[in-house]
């Protein structure tokens, strides 16, 4: 998954889910996909937009700064099971 195909799924779940709009809330994760995009792949891009949008389903709208620590997250769980870069 690409990092802008992640924030548009965000910008869904958020829409769906919260009484925010999702396309001025969503963009702010942007520079976190591509971050992950550019240390690991779409896969990992794909894990972290999953990981968010369940929390969004779920009643909250992560801060930039969870999203990063999600993104931390999903980066050091890649390096345990695949390998990592």
């Known amino acids: 998954m690409r990092p802008e195909e992640a924030v548009r799924q965000l910008e869904y779940a958020i829409d769906a889910s919260l009484d925010e709009i999702g396309q001025r809330a969503a963009a702010g994760y942007r520079p976190t996909f591509e971050r992950v995009a550019d240390r690991a792949d779409g896969s990992a ?3 972290l937009a ?6 969004v ?9 969870e999203a990063n620590e999600t993104a931390e997250r999903v980066l050091a769980d890649r390096a345990y099971t695949d390998g990592g870069e």
């Open 50 to 55: 999953c990981d968010l949008s369940a929390e």
């Open 45 to 47: 891009v794909y894990a």
């Open 57 to 65: 389903a779920g009643g909250d709208c992560p801060s930039p700064a």
